[in-house]
């Protein structure tokens, strides 16, 4: 695997440690690491990296920013985010988790 040579310091977007770019894990918010044109990566430590859950988040990351558009209690976000989840597995045909076991 080709590894960068810089010794940059970046803080990790989670627990806020700040340490070398090399022993830090890229985040992507947008979910594609691979495409890397024009785009801008934050970090994580390798610790918090380890403890996210690593499954596709298609969307995710837009559908969060659409509901948090809305002020409303935390318990109304995560209402309103489990319904758009219903429609958009209805609209997908079901539910992922079910077509890939």
Known sequence: MWGRRDRTEIVCIACGDTLDRTDAREYDKHGDRWDRIDKEFEYLCKPCHRDLCHHPRRGLES?????????????????????????????????????NS
């Open 63 to 99: 559908l969060l920013v659409e509901l948090d558009g809305e002020s409303s209690s935390a318990r109304r976000f995560v209402e309103r985010y489990y319904d758009a989840l219903d429609r958009s597995l209805d609209a997908d045909g079901g539910d992922e988790r079910e077509r």
